[in-house]
């Protein structure tokens, strides 16, 4: 299916779901879904965009004069409102958007991780008796299954990854800091064709850092015989790798081997369990098993994984608690890992598509404690 046939798919999709969940309409602003539903990309700013899909009319746009332009030669047929730099004009194009889309007093959805009081209240001024609630679980039903194009990108976006810090490693020594080595790591993401926009800032942790899962890199440098964990990720047209590896940097404490072959052990039940028809808490369960059945089960302090894809975190989440069905073409991340404070932590992440009678990693570097450094 080509570009342009997906967008009009997606509508339709999008259409049917509005009827189901009983709502009347959609309101998107800048952020993933805009140009999943749209291929239209705008940045989030002063100047408020809002895209409004009914069930009965053509996608209904608000936007600044200035970015007009971005809607000629659309596959599909939209209504456009623009304002210029004249503060009443803003509100006056709202009005005519919700008027035209008919949606005063109507039921309205919105993303309520995406959409900002700004926009919110533009929307609010011009349909004063409208309902405004979440559309989260119509938004993520469009996308939690990924098509070939998506899953494509998704691969290109993971084989960069791996290949930014293949190149990286060797550039890690004694003394270099967390800092520098996230440093080289972006640059090699770039060189190997991630685009500017990463998914995250890379997480690079040494020694006891490394217990922290969201640690930030800093002047921290690095000694011999201690953990290096990298936590990283690319972009390719708007679809996110994210991925951790473990290494040691010398020769570590026995207890830190121990865990690295625990979690390799249960990163690999969460890959082995996952299928279609099974639930995103089986997952969690399969993992955590492999951790709390060696003695380590108060040490992994997070969910097994996450949704994968236009977002670093979205739907399907791999927790215990979520009974999520899963189905061919979901894409998450399964995660685990043990974080001893003071000492040090590992985590080993890879990324999930779930096919039709099983599920495929899109990575593949080794997940075993690799040594690095000479």
Not at 49 to 73: Q, S, W
Not at 105 to 121: Q, T
Not at 245 to 250: K, M, N
Request: aromatic residues 6%; hydrophobic residues 40%.
């Amino acid at each position: 299916m080509s570009a342009n046939a997906s967008f009009i798919a997606r509508q339709k999709k999008l259409t049917a779901l509005l009827e189901r969940e009983g709502l009347d309409a959609l309101a998107i602003n800048p952020g993933p879904s805009l140009p999943y539903l749209t291929g239209l990309h705008f940045h989030l700013s002063e100047r408020p965009v809002v895209a409004l899909f009914t069930r009965d009319h053509a996608p209904v746009v608000v936007l600044p004069e200035l970015e007009g332009m971005k809607v000629e030669g659309l596959p599909y047929t939209v209504t456009c409102f623009t304002y210029t730099e004249s503060l009443p004009s803003w509100d006056q194009a709202f009005a005519r958007a919700i008027e035209t889309a008919g949606l005063r007093g109507k039921k309205i959805g919105v993303e309520p991780r995406c959409l900002r009081v700004l926009e919110l209240r533009f929307l609010e001024h011009a349909a004063p008796n409208a309902r405004f609630v979440s559309g989260e679980s119509v938004v993520s039903t469009l996308r939690m299954q990924k098509d070939d194009v998506e899953l494509n990108l998704m691969q290109k976006a993971t084989v960069i990854a791996q290949d930014a810090l293949l190149a990286t490693l060797p550039l890690i020594r004694e003394g270099i800091t967390e800092r520098e080595v996230a440093a080289e790591l972006v640059l090699q993401l770039l060189r190997h064709g991630s685009q500017p926009e990463l998914p995250f800032q890379p997480i690079v942790a040494f020694g006891e850092n490394s217990a922290n899962p969201h640690a930030v890199p800093s002047g921290r440098k690095l000694m011999r015989d201690e953990l290096v964990l990298i936590d990283w990720g690319a972009n390719v047209d708007g679809y996110l790798s994210d991925l951790t590896r473990t290494f040691a940097f010398g020769t570590v404490d026995p207890e830190l081997n121990r865990i690295a072959e625990i979690v390799a052990n249960a990163n690999e039940a969460g890959r082995l369990a996952t299928r279609p028809g099974v639930t995103a808490g089986s997952i969690d369960q399969a993992a955590r098993d492999a951790i709390t059945n060696n003695g380590y089960g108060d040490f992994f302090i997070h969910r097994t994984g996450h949704g994968l894809g236009l977002e670093t975190h979205e739907e399907p989440y791999i927790r215990g608690d979520n009974t999520q069905v899963l189905k061919e073409g979901m894409t998450f991340t399964i995660e685990p890992g043990i974080y001893l404070p003071g000492v040090g932590g590992v985590r080993i992440e890879d990324d999930m598509v779930v096919t039709a009678n099983g599920a495929e990693s899109l990575s593949d570097l080794p997940r075993g404690l690799a040594t690095i450094g000479d």
